[in-house]
C-alpha cells in the first residue's frame, strides 16, 4: 500500500500542453491545448482514491471525482464521461472555465505537500473525447407526457434545466433573447477561453433530444411570462443572468473609446467582430488600453485587447493581488501574454481630446487598510498620489447586475432590493407560483457551475411539482 | 418568418420601406417603439423604428435611409427574402396623451420616418397636431403623404427651395411657436436639427421631446452603446428611450458618439460597394 502511494506520489501533476504566449497572444485559437489520452491516464494514476475525497465537498454540484478518474484511469473514458454527467451537464465547460483552485482542486489531498489532482483538466479530457470520438448516442428518455415547460434564457442554469426536463419526457421551450444560444458562454467569454464549437455542440445536442430553441425573443417585450401560462406552459423557469453593465459613475466616462466589458466582449464574441470586415461589426482598435477591474471579465478583456492588435493592455485593479477574483489560470496566462498590472490604482476621472474621444485616466494610489464587510482588506486613497495613465482605449469591467427587462413586467415577481429574484436556494422557487429561477438572476454574477447547480435544483423540483403539484 | 412581403423606394431611391412578417412584434408594438435587425450570419445588428405595424396581418413596417453597409444590404434583399433575425418590439413607447393646446411634430431626414408613427398616435388621442418636416431637396421629401394625413396642417421646407419653405424647418417651428398656443414639441432628424430646436423652444419653455439614434447592439440594456448624458445621469436609450426631454440631452456627446467607428463604417461601405459592382 505504502509502496503504491509512494509510487504515484513520484509521478507530477501532468501540465497540459499550451500555445506559447508570443504565438497565441495575437490568434484567438484556445490556449491551452488538451491532453492526449496517455497524459490523461498518467495524471489520473496520481488521484490517491482517498475513502473520503475532501474534492467533492469543494464540488458546488457534488461529481463523484475519484469514480471518474477511476474510470479515466483504467482507459474507460466513457465511463468516466457518464459518471460526471450525473451531476453536471456542461463538463467541457466547467473542465475550462471552473475555478477549481476555490473549489475540488483547492481541497484535493495531495495540495498539501504536493500540486493538487488536475481534476478539471481531467474533466475537460473527459468531455472532449467523448464529444470527438464518444458514439454520440443518446441516454434514454423516459415516454412523452405531453406537459409543457418554458424556460426563459439558453445560458447555463437555463441549458441544465431543459437538458433535464427533456429526459423526463417533458415538451421543452427555451426562449432566448439573442440570435444565439449558450449565454455568457457565447457572448461573453472568448474563443481563446472556450472555443464556440464547443457551445453549440452542447446546443446541438439538446436538440436533438427535442428541446425547442426560440431565439430573437426578448421575454418582458416580445412576450411575458403570463402569457406563456396562457398559450399552455406548466411551469417557467428563469434563468436570464444578470445582464446589466456596471460603470464606475466617474466624470468622462460616457466619451468615446470607453467601453463596458459587455459591450467590448459581446461586440468581439458575439458579433465576431475580430473578423471584422468580413464581419460587419466593428470594435474599436485601441493601441494603449486600459481595463478596470480583476475578475475573468476583466482578464478577457484585456486579453482580446492584445489579441486585437493593442501595443500595451494594462490591468487596473484598486486592491492587491490577493484579492483579484479571477482564476488563477486566467491571471497567469494574462501575465505571460504581456499584461501589465497596476495594482492598488482607482480611477477617479478620464481625461479626453476636443473630439470627445479617451486619451487618458486619472488615477489614486491606494493602500489597504481594515477588513470590510466581506472581509477584504478596504483600500483607501494615498494622499496626493494622483497620477495621469495614457490611454486611448478603457474597459471597465467591475461586475454585473439586474437587468431588469424581464423582471419588471412580470407580474407578483418578487425582488431583492438590487432587482434580483427572490427564489428559493434548495428549490429554485419564486413567490410566484409555477416559476422557478436560477443562476446569475438569483445570486448575482457567480459561476457557471453555480447556475448549472441552480438549475439542476430547479429542475428536480419542477419534476416534484409536475407529479404532485406546487 | 421574418420573410419581406413589400418593398418600395421612395425620396429618390435613398429611402426604403419594406414590410415585414412578425406577427409576435405586431401584435405587441406601440408607437415610439423599434426593432433590431440582422440580415444574415455577418450581418451587424441594426436599430429602426416601427414605422406602422399591422396586427391582423402580423406585419411590421420599416422605412430606412440607406446611410452606411447594413442599410445598403438591407436595401438590396427582395421581397420574398427573410431577415435573420427582428428583435423587438425594444424601447419605451412615446406617451401618448391629450395635450391642452397645440403639438408640433418636427422632422428631418430620415427622422420623419421615426417621426411619422408618433404623429399619427398624437392626432389619434385627438390632438390638434401642425407638423414640419424638411429635406435637402424636392426629391428626397419623405412620407409627405402619411403625415399630412396625420397632421392638421403640414409644412414642407427644402435646403435649397426646390419645394415648399425655402429654409430650415426651425424657421417653421418659430412661427408655429410665435402663433399657435404649442403645448409640446416632438423634433426628431440630424442631430443639428434636433439641437437647434431645442434651443429655440427652450427660450419659449415649451416641452420638447426627441428621439435619440445612438448606436446599440442588444437593445435590452445589457450593454451600455447606447448610453448618453440626459440632465446629469447617464441613460441607455435602448430601455431609458429612445425618447428624452430634448432640453436636458446632451448633444455633443451624442455627436461624438455617433462617430465612434467612422473609419469603420467607410471600410464596410467601400468593401460591399466593391463587391457589389464585381458580382
Ligand atoms: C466575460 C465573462 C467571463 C466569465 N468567466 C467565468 C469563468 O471563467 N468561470 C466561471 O465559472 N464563470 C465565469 N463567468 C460567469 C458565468 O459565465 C456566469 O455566472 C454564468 O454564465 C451564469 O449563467 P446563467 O445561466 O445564470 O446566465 P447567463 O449565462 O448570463 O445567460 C442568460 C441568458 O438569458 C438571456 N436573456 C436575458 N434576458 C432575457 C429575456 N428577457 N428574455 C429571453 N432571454 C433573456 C441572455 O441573453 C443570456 O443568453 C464569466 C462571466 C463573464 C461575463
Ligand atoms: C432607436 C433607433 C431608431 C432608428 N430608426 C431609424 C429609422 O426608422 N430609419 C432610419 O433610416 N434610421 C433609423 N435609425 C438609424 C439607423 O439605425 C442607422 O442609420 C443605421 O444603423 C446605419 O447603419 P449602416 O451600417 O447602414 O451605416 P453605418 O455604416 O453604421 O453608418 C453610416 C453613417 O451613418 C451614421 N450612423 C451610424 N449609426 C447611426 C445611427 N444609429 N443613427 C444615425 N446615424 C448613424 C454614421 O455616423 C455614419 O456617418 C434609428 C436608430 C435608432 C437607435
Ligand atoms: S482529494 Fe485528490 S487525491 Fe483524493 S480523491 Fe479527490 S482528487 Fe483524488
Ligand atoms: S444597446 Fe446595449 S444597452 Fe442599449
Given at each position: 500500500m505504502a509502496e503504491e502511494k509512494k509510487k504515484k506520489e513520484s509521478i507530477p501533476r501532468q501540465e497540459m500542453p499550451e500555445q506559447e504566449p508570443k504565438v497565441r497572444?495575437?490568434?484567438?485559437?484556445?490556449v491551452p491545448l488538451g491532453y492526449s489520452p496517455e497524459l490523461a491516464r498518467k495524471e489520473a494514476?496520481?488521484?490517491?482514491?482517498?475513502?473520503?475525497?475532501s474534492c467533492i465537498q469543494g464540488c458546488p454540484v457534488g461529481i463523484d471525482i475519484p469514480g471518474f478518474i477511476a474510470h479515466i484511469r483504467d482507459g474507460e473514458f466513457t465511463k468516466a464521461i457518464r459518471k460526471i454527467w450525473e451531476k453536471n451537464s456542461l463538463p467541457a465547460v466547467c473542465g475550462r472555465v471552473c475555478p477549481q483552485e476555490d473549489q475540488c482542486e483547492g481541497l484535493c489531498v495531495l495540495g498539501k505537500k504536493d500540486k493538487p489532482v488536475a481534476i478539471g483538466h481531467l474533466e475537460r479530457f473527459a468531455a472532449d473525447y467523448e464529444r470527438l470520438y464518444g458514439s454520440g448516442e443518446l441516454p434514454p428518455q423516459a415516454a412523452p407526457t405531453g406537459k409543457k415547460i418554458a424556460v426563459v434564457g439558453s445560458g447555463p442554469a437555463g441549458l441544465t434545466v431543459a437538458g433535464d426536463l427533456i429526459l423526463q419526457g417533458h415538451e421543452v421551450t427555451v426562449y432566448e433573447a439573442f440570435h444565439k444560444g449558450g449565454g455568457v458562454l457565447v457572448y461573453g467569454i472568448p474563443e481563446f477561453r472556450l472555443p464556440k464549437e464547443i457551445v453549440a455542440s452542447e446546443l446541438h445536442y439538446l436538440e436533438r433530444l427535442g428541446v425547442k430553441f426560440e431565439y430573437?425573443?426578448?421575454?418582458?417585450?416580445?412576450?411575458?411570462v403570463d402569457e406563456l401560462f396562457a398559450q399552455g406552459f406548466e411551469a417557467v423557469f428563469i434563468g436570464?443572468?444578470?445582464?446589466l453593465p456596471t460603470f464606475?459613475?466617474?466624470?468622462?466616462?460616457?466619451?468615446?473609446?470607453i467601453y463596458s466589458a459587455n459591450e467590448y466582449l459581446t461586440r468581439a464574441n458575439l458579433m465576431k467582430a475580430y473578423l471584422f470586415p468580413e464581419y460587419d461589426t466593428p470594435l474599436m482598435q485601441g493601441k494603449d488600453v486600459v481595463v478596470i477591474g480583476a475578475g475573468n471579465v476583466a482578464m478577457d478583456s484585456a486579453r482580446t485587447a492584445l489579441r486585437m492588435g493593442a501595443d500595451k493592455v494594462r490591468i487596473v485593479y484598486r486592491r492587491s493581488e490577493a484579492e483579484m477574483p479571477a482564476r488563477v489560470d486566467e491571471i497567469h496566462h494574462a501575465e505571460e501574454e504581456g499584461i501589465e498590472f497596476f495594482l492598488l490604482t482607482n480611477p477617479v476621472r478620464f481625461l479626453g481630446d476636443d473630439q470627445g474621444r479617451v486619451k487618458g485616466m486619472r488615477c489614486l494610489q491606494m493602500e489597504l487598510g481594515e477588513p470590510d464587510e466581506s472581509g477584504r482588506r478596504k483600500p483607501k486613497p494615498i494622499e496626493g498620489s494622483e497620477f495621469t495613465l495614457d490611454c486611448d482605449l478603457a474597459v471597465v469591467a467591475v461586475g454585473a447586475g439586474a437587468n431588469p427587462v424581464l423582471t419588471q413586467n412580470t407580474k407578483n415577481m418578487q425582488l431583492t432590493k438590487r432587482g434580483y429574484v427572490v427564489a428559493d436556494p434548495k428549490t429554485g422557487k419564486t413567490m410566484k407560483p409555477g416559476v422557478w429561477a436560477g443562476g446569475d438572476i438569483v445570486t448575482g454574477q457567480a459561476t457557471v457551475i453555480l447556475a448549472a447547480g441552480a438549475g439542476r435544483l430547479a429542475s428536480n423540483s419542477i419534476q416534484d411539482y409536475l407529479a404532485i403539484g406546487w | 418568418m421574418f420573410e419581406i412581403l413589400r418593398r418600395e423606394l421612395m425620396a429618390d431611391e435613398s429611402v426604403v420601406l419594406n414590410e415585414i412578417s412578425a406577427p409576435l412584434i405586431a401584435e405587441k408594438a406601440q408607437p415610439g417603439q423599434f426593432v433590431i435587425l440582422r440580415a444574415n450570419e455577418t450581418g451587424e445588428r441594426i436599430p429602426l423604428t416601427l414605422a406602422e405595424t399591422n396586427p391582423t396581418r402580423g406585419t411590421i413596417t420599416i422605412i430606412y435611409q440607406v446611410v452606411g453597409k447594413s442599410t445598403a444590404l438591407f436595401k438590396s434583399m427582395k421581397v420574398g427574402e427573410k431577415f435573420m433575425d427582428v428583435i423587438g418590439p425594444l424601447g419605451r413607447p412615446t406617451d401618448i396623451e391629450k395635450i391642452d393646446g397645440e403639438v408640433v411634430c418636427v422632422g428631418g431626414g430620415t427622422g420623419v420616418a421615426v417621426l411619422y408613427p408618433i404623429t399619427q398616435a398624437f392626432k389619434d388621442a385627438g390632438n390638434n397636431v401642425t407638423s414640419v418636416i424638411g429635406a435637402r431637396s424636392k426629391n428626397l421629401v419623405m412620407l409627405e403623404d402619411r403625415m399630412q394625413g396625420a397632421s392638421d396642417e403640414l409644412h414642407v421646407c427644402t435646403d435649397d427651395g426646390s419645394y415648399g419653405h425655402h429654409g430650415f424647418v426651425t424657421d417653421m417651428l418659430k412661427h408655429a411657436l410665435d402663433t399657435k398656443d404649442v403645448r409640446l414639441v416632438v423634433a426628431i432628424g440630424p442631430v443639428p436639427m434636433m439641437k437647434f430646436c431645442c434651443q429655440m423652444t427652450a427660450e419659449y419653455n415649451v416641452k420638447t421631446l426627441v428621439s435619440l439614434n445612438t448606436i446599440m447592439v442588444d437593445g435590452t440594456g445589457m450593454c451600455g452603446s447606447c448610453r448618453i448624458t440626459v440632465g446629469k445621469e447617464t441613460k441607455f436609450a435602448c430601455v431609458d428611450g429612445p425618447e428624452f426631454d430634448g432640453h436636458q440631452v446632451d448633444f455633443n456627446e451624442l455627436t461624438s458618439r455617433l462617430q465612434a467607428y467612422c473609419p469603420e463604417e467607410k471600410q464596410a461601405y467601400e468593401k460591399f460597394k466593391c463587391e457589389c459592382q464585381s458580382s
Open positions: 497572444n495575437k490568434n484567438f485559437d484556445e494514476e496520481r488521484c490517491l482514491q482517498c475513502k473520503k475525497p430573437d425573443v426578448v421575454v418582458g417585450k416580445t412576450l411575458d436570464v443572468g444578470a445582464g464606475l459613475n466617474l466624470p468622462g466616462e460616457n466619451m468615446v473609446g | -
